[in-house]
């Protein structure tokens, strides 16, 4: 499994596009994330060539890999979302609520994620094998 690519769906199955986050790779193949309110989740790789995911508020996640080169993913509150690979290294990603998202590599060994809703959050690689991304302010 790509792991950029795995933080990559980490980043964008469910996650509030307003809240920061920082994730480091774990020894369950996965990915350990904390958020800039102070909430956290632990994911490991699955054998359906997705993540098990869990929220320290009490949310999970299951997700699998897809013939589209990207991740079905459904959560415990009965949300889902569905990606697939584009051409610019990202994913398109629908969610149930009828929103959508698109991203694509970027310089910084990250991505940049444009929401339909006009915001847009930036990652970038770091040292423990994820990515750190924020909210770029005043995009719309």
């Known amino acids: 499994m790509n792991k950029s690519l795995l933080c990559l769906a980490l980043l ?5 596009f307003s809240l920061a986050e920082s994730c480091r790779a774990n020894l369950s193949g996965g990915q350990d994330c904390r ?22 508020d009490g949310r999970s996640s299951t997700s699998r890999a897809n013939l589209a080169g990207g991740y079905d993913t459904h959560f415990s ?5 569905t990606s697939r690979a584009n051409r610019s290294g990202g994913l398109d990603t ?3 609520d009828g929103s959508s998202s698109t991203s694509r ?3 910084s060994g990250g991505y940049d994620v444009y929401y339909s809703n006009g915001q847009v959050k ?13 909210p ?3 995009a719309r």
């Open 77 to 81: 509150d009965g949300t889902s979302s």
């Open 35 to 56: 958020y800039n309110d102070g909430s956290t989740s632990t994911s490991r790789t699955n054998l359906s060539g997705g993540f098990d995911t869990h929220y320290s």
């Open 94 to 96: 629908n969610y149930s």
């Open 136 to 138: 770029v302010a005043g």
């Open 122 to 134: 930036r990652s970038r690689a770091n040292l423990s094998g994820g990515l750190d991304s924020e």
């Open 105 to 107: 590599s970027n310089l």
């Open 12 to 16: 964008t199955a469910h996650i509030p």
